[in-house]
């Protein structure tokens, strides 16, 4: 079956970097969907990056656009999340997930396959 597992989450200073490993298995991912997500206490899931397997423009929202880079590593069944200018309030449980798609979408609801989390803590 799918498995997405994420690595890289830790505690860093504001203004600070972080990049987020997710390592892909079980399928061939061709026609899917890749994401990131983040989830803080007391807070919806919500989306802050996609990209289609295949390549293509990404999805960033807002809250993350300019200093948010997703990609992937094809021959490596990876997707990563380069985080930089990291602020106290991207502090959040961060999930790597899956959807067989042709297009970017970003309800959570949405995905089929999710990762176990990986906590990011961003101090001042």
């Known amino acids: 079956q799918v498995q997405l597992v994420e690595s890289g989450g830790g505690l860093v200073q504001a203004g600070g970097s972080l990049r987020l490993s997710c390592a892909a298995s079980?399928?061939?991912?061709?026609?899917?969907?890749m994401a990131w997500f983040r989830q803080a206490p007391g807070k919806e899931r919500d989306i802050v990056a996609a990209?289609?397997?295949?390549?293509?423009?990404?999805f960033y929202p807002d809250s993350v656009k300019g200093r948010f880079t997703i990609s992937r590593d094809t021959a490596k069944n990876t997707v990563y999340l380069q985080m930089n200018s990291l602020k106290p309030e991207d502090t959040a449980v961060y999930y790597c997930a899956a959807r067989p798609s042709p297009v970017i979408t970003t309800p959570s609801i949405l995905y089929d396959y999710w990762g176990q989390g990986t906590q990011v803590t961003v101090s001042s």
């Open positions: 079980g399928r061939t991912f061709s026609n899917y969907v």
């Open positions: 990209i289609k397997w295949s390549g293509g423009i990404p």
